[in-house]
């Protein structure tokens, strides 16, 4: 089928049903977090950070190292990514670049401003600098979870983004901002004892690489606690929030409940008039018509199916729905090849939708007939002059639209369009002399 069926009762598309897809909890998979940033790419990255800042001049140093952050956030956005669909790897040129889309782009810049800040204060204020790394450190797991879920920064400064990602985590947050922590200390210490022998420049490298390997660590496990907690989070994907959760609990109308119970106890046929009679009720009503229709399917009532699928086309079209109502069109025809439309304005309407959506055929074979099943058809003229262009100007059966365009000038000749049918008329080699017109 080109799509799902529709449930009789409530009438929205079924759903298959899939199995839940297993994923290893995080602490489960630290050791391959760990190692994400010693694949290839990675330590390419690390050691252009590093050399970078001892070719720089000392007065730039500050800026250079703003950029090597904003790098540092770009690719860890990149694995954030990678690890929220399970894939524990590290990302390529193209996963980079694509994490300049998005929130991407902005986190990396929010990262670069925060790490330079904190390096910049802590040559004035070294312990206040290290305390706020510490919080930092404590809140980026979250943060970023946070910033995945909602599309967007402006999360961050909002209490109700915070608040499902620590119920989803709960205590399990205890030893992923732990172990944040621990990586950020050991940087630190690492950068520390170094720091009375390296010159500035072999600092700043070295700050590039041992908080750049904890920060990618970071974020290649935050993403995968998207991942891990999916359901509670309502994650999908990569990284859109679902629009809450659908209620379990079904709210039946009246009328709905009789079916339930005429469905359940086999009363087909008082199900059928219930629904005859909603369906009469609300001629425009899409809803309506197609719960009705889907019904007649399921009891392959064939002449029921194109009787109905006249009523569900004409709500489709009057609600715009011009390819919808085709589709009813073509099962229709499936079980009944022969069928056409008994109400001329559906068949016209069904023309001009077929149009819409370049089936010129099709659209000409509805229209062929008609002065003989509706000769009092209003628009008639008008369909008449769609299906003569159609011929000539679509279908290339010049003259074919020469004999609707004659039965046209010969019957209307005093419609207020006259003077135009019978301008096409000539175009198409039509003579002012006797001929032979359509009966």
Partial sequence: MESLPNCILCNQ?????????SVQPFWQRYTDFLRLPFFLPGLAILLLLLLLPGLAPENLLLPVGAGSFFMLGLTGWALLQKSAKGEVVFPGTEGVTSALSGPGMQVALLLAVIMTGLVWAGSFAPLLSVLAAI???????????????????KGLVRPASWQPVFSAVRFLYVPLAGSALILFLLSQAVVSLLADVATPGVLQGLRHVFYGYGLWVVFGVSGYCLLQFQGELGFQG??????????????????????EVYLKEGMYDKAESLLKGLADKQRNAVDAQERYFQFLVFLRDKQ???MQGESYMAALLSARQAREALIVFSKILLVMPEYRP????????????????QEYARAATLLDGLHQTAPHFQQLPEAYMLRAKLLHEKLGQSSQAL???????????????????????????GKDVSQDYLA
Avoid: I
């Fill in 13 to 21: 598309p079924l759903q298959p049903v899939k199995s839940g897809m």
């Fill in 342 to 357: 008994e109400e001329a304005e559906v068949t016209f309407d069904l023309a001009k939708a077929c149009v819409e959506l």
């Fill in 238 to 259: 990569e990284g859109v929030r679902s629009r809450g959760r659908r209620s379990a609990v079904r709210r039946l109308d009246s009328n709905t409940a009789k079916l």
């Fill in 304 to 306: 029921g199916v194109a």
């Fill in 403 to 429: 004999e609707v365009m004659d039965y046209l000038v010969n019957r209307f000749n005093k419609h207020p369009r006259y003077e135009t049918m019978r301008s096409y008329w000539q175009q198409l080699g």
């Fill in 135 to 153: 919080v930092v450190a404590m809140l980026m797991p979250a943060a970023l979870m946070v910033v995945a879920l909602e599309k967007t920064l």
